[in-house]
């Protein structure tokens, strides 16, 4: 036998030997582990699943809403100033890059009218281009066209919950509904889709032109049309944060804000919703993977505890072992790889249970679950780590053993 | 072979000290068969101890092969039983969970790693060849004993130590072990230091040693 390999044979003898107390020592390993794993894969597919509708959205959207504006140190809600205007969104076209299309919206709530049925709800007047802006598909009909956008055609394109609460199963395409005192003719349903939040499911939207004929838009007192929003797309991503900065000097030239004056407008862009919330389950499946990490240490502690009862009922051959010409290095090192081994094998085993663990909880559907390699690295790593770490001491004491009373030992 | 001066061995025992051994000094040469007598407590397992290098003693000089060994660290002392001393023990001292070969094999490990080839010659030469794969408990007390001497030879050593080889063996079984270990000295000039009460034993030996109260009564040479 090669000579190196010794003290590894020999502590696989030694775990080997007492095979139920060394599964019962590494249940504690292996529960540690594939906790760790299991944990940490629902949390990384949590993120990766917020993420990925977030990106739904569309990664390079930034949506502008009208902000509070502050008297004298009080700052009024968000919203509550409406400064934000059609000429606003002129001239972030015009004069900022990296822009695709910008399009202001105007919302307002309307009664709406379809035949016995009746709701009260949020219109919106939008542009063409608002279609692609916001990534929206049409379920059936059309969406409406910029011809239909410059004669200010009252036509309508409803969300999917809308088309379902004024039309049931009925095919609403050509029919007719009354929003406040206008008659609009419905030309096409959106397909549904997720979204974090204002989801195109409940929307009734109308060219903005003709919400302008239908409803009296609101006027700045410098005679600038009010709008709800602007949305925009960014042309390449990683402008973002370039665009926000110039988004926010232009307005705030525009709005006339002297220096140390609030924003009178918020800016969000997708891409730093994503960054923030990436950055909170990030911290979230750090906290799941530390709770797990604890039953980890318990392990670590059982091991420890094993192996020290071991050197005790161990005495004896540790004696004969000493007799034979066994260095203080030979007797450590064969406890601390057994150890080791202990607790190697509790995190392959591990590994295996999270890892059957997960792929059962995304089997139901419920959640999706990433195993990355970095989270099994770790804790077969951190597994080891406890092996040497919790075995040192026993190892240690094993080694110190005077022979010659170990020797006399029952 | 081993040359002591003057070795004094006391043992702090809570605030009192025991004092085993009170001077002794002792010449064997190699090639020696030498039995120690003398009753209980009279510092025969301590002088083996020191022998074997187990222990060091609190004063005195003691020359293994010529070289001073009684002020060695625990290392050292490791490096000289594995390479120069065997033992053989009263009560065998084998690894339970081992088999007979194995158990054979674990006196190279510490010495020049294990040799089965080696191993197997030494069950031979104790008579235990179709014995290799039982484990001890698998085995008689003779041939437990018998298991240990190969344990104790298979690395070659100048120098094999036994305390009270026969002391837990059936007359017959102990005969045949003084026999084997008798013989291994006649043919391997094996310089061999043994602990007996038995006095048919130590008449075997070419020099018996009596110790009594830690200090060397009286020698007998046959």
Known sequence: MKKWLEPFTNAWVGVATHKLRSFLTILGIVIGVAAVIALMSIGKGATADILSRIEGMGSDLISIGPGARSFGGVKGALGSVQTLTQEDAIAIQEQVNYINVVSPTYSTSLQVVAGAENMNSQVTGVPPEYQDIQNLEIAYGSFFSAYDYQRGAKVVVLGSEVKETLFGDTDPIGKQIRMGKNIVRVIGVLESKEAMWGSPDNAILVPLTAMQQMVAQPRTSQGERIVSSVVLTVSDEEQTDYVVEEITSLLRDRHRLGLGVDDDFSIISIQEIAENVSEATGTLTLLLGAIAAISLLVGGIGVMNIMLVSVLERTREIGILKALGAKERDIWLQFLLEAAFLTFAGGIIGIIVGWLVSYIVSSTGQMTTIVTADIVILAVSVSIGIGLFFGFYPAWNASRLNPIDALRAE | ?222
């Open chain 2, 1 to 222: 072979m081993i040359q002591l001066h003057d070795i004094v061995k006391i043992y702090p025992m809570g605030k009192r000290e025991l004092t085993v051994l009170r001077g002794i000094t002792l010449n064997i040469e190699r090639g020696e068969l030498v039995a120690i007598m003398g009753p209980s407590g009279s510092g025969k397992s301590t002088m083996l101890n020191l022998l074997g290098c187990l222990d060091t003693p609190t004063s005195g000089n003691y020359f293994l092969e010529g070289k001073e060994v009684s002020r060695l660290g625990s290392g050292e002392l490791s490096q000289i039983r594995a390479k120069k001393i065997g033992f053989v023990f009263q009560t065998f001292n084998l690894l339970p969970r081992l088999t007979a070969l194995a158990n054979v094999e674990l006196g190279m490990r510490y010495a020049n790693g294990s040799d089965r080839k080696l191993a197997i010659e030494a069950l031979e030469r104790v008579g235990l060849t179709g014995r290799a794969s039982h484990r001890p408990t698998e085995l008689s007390g003779g041939e437990m004993q018998r298991v240990a001497i190969a344990r104790a030879l298979v690395k070659n050593p100048p120098l094999i130590l036994a305390d009270e080889p026969t002391g837990n063996l059936d007359s017959q079984s102990g005969a045949e072990i003084i026999s084997i270990l008798t013989s291994l000295h006649a043919e391997q000039k094996i310089t061999l230091v043994m602990i007996t009460h038995d006095a048919d034993v130590a008449h075997q030996c070419q020099r018996i040693i009596l110790l009594k109260d830690g200090q060397i009564v009286g020698e007998e040479k046959s």
